[in-house]
């Protein structure tokens, strides 16, 4: 197989990471990794099964459970075991408890050598998280860290509920980024936290476009340091 980048994209919820990162992926002709479903599908999981407070019953369905991660026109589709819970994933229930499932070292762990696993196995990948770039692949080539205030995540979250026809204030949303952001950036194990050599990138008031050309115009440099062909960009 050729040789390909490793594109890694974190940055706190609502900050433009999978948008940027599926559009990116597209234009690479890579594999898009949403590594913050597999968390999210732990966590339904653990509702699912009324374990919410077990955490050796949450690690074994971790472990358990086969997890697989789909691309389908531009929506990440997860099936557990063959059932496909794709929408379960992003209900309030699952946001509201999810950071705390992703403290769990554990469960880290196991899904950290998926991600692994899956990067190897299609070599040319661009995964978004919170540690892609710290502790998943501390090596990948590119490593952007989108941030963006609160008010405009809390917007960016509070339209897609609304598309999606979920009743949720903008206050809620807001809070529940802010809760979010507080455990997922004080945790003992792979805080979201950016990595010393990332390209830190204010999407606020940025339009999409150009946040994927920015990335873009990084992933070139780094296709050109290492030798490797793009393609037709
Ligand atoms: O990207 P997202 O909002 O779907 O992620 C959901 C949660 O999963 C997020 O609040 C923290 C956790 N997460 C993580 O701890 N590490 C990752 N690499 C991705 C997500």
Redesign the pocket.
Known sequence: MSKRLIVAI?GP??SG??TSAKLVAQKLGYLYI???????TV?YLAINNNVLKNKHAIINLAMNSNIVLKFIDGVTHVSVDGNDISEHIRLPEV?LN??D??TIEEV?KI?VDK?RKLAEENCGVVM?????GTV?FPDANVKIFLIASIDERARRRAKEYDEKGVTITLEEVKANLQQ?DK??ST?DV?P?TKAPDAIEVDTSNVSIQQQVDLILGHVKQAAKKEGIELGNL
Do not use: W
Request: no cysteine; glycine share 10%.
């Open positions: 974190d919820a609502g990471k999978s949403d590594t913050g479903a597999m968390y999210r966590t946001n999810v950071s499932i992703s880290r899904l991600q978004e998280g919170r540690d892609i998943v979010r455990i997922d945790r792979s979201l």
